[in-house]
């Protein structure tokens, strides 16, 4: 999108909310205390473990239009977004962490109900 809008997946009535109606996806800090909530781990285990159920679905490549990673990572987006990027939450078997990521990159979304 040429002239960068963070806004587009704010809230239930985001222009662009990739949920279904009624449902929003998280903030970082949503996800962020989502992730600090698992007991089976700061891991894909315990992304999996937790009520989100969150799987290791990887991603698509901006690039090449490609799956990656899948079984090996999670990447999920949040709403919150600064500048160019934005912030989601991505795993792997060994640990778990918030990121900035380019938004072309295709991850995962995980709708909350508001």
């Known amino acids: ?6 806004n587009l997946w704010q809230g239930v009535s985001g222009t662009n909310n990739p949920c279904p109606s009624g449902y929003r996806l998280p903030t970082e800090t949503e996800l962020n205390n989502e992730r600090l909530s698992w007991t089976g781990g700061n891991n894909a285990a315990g992304a999996f473990a937790s009520p989100l159920k969150l799987p290791m679905s990887g991603f698509r490549s901006r690039s090449l239009g490609t799956l990656g990673d899948v079984g090996a990572s999670g990447r999920f987006w949040s709403s ?8 989601s939450l991505g795993f792997l078997s060994s640990n778990a962490s918030m990121n900035d990521s380019g938004r072309a990159s295709g991850f995962a979304v995980r709708c909350l109900k508001d």
């Open 1 to 6: 999108r040429s002239g960068q809008n963070v």
């Open 80 to 87: 919150t977004g600064s500048g160019t990027v934005s912030r």
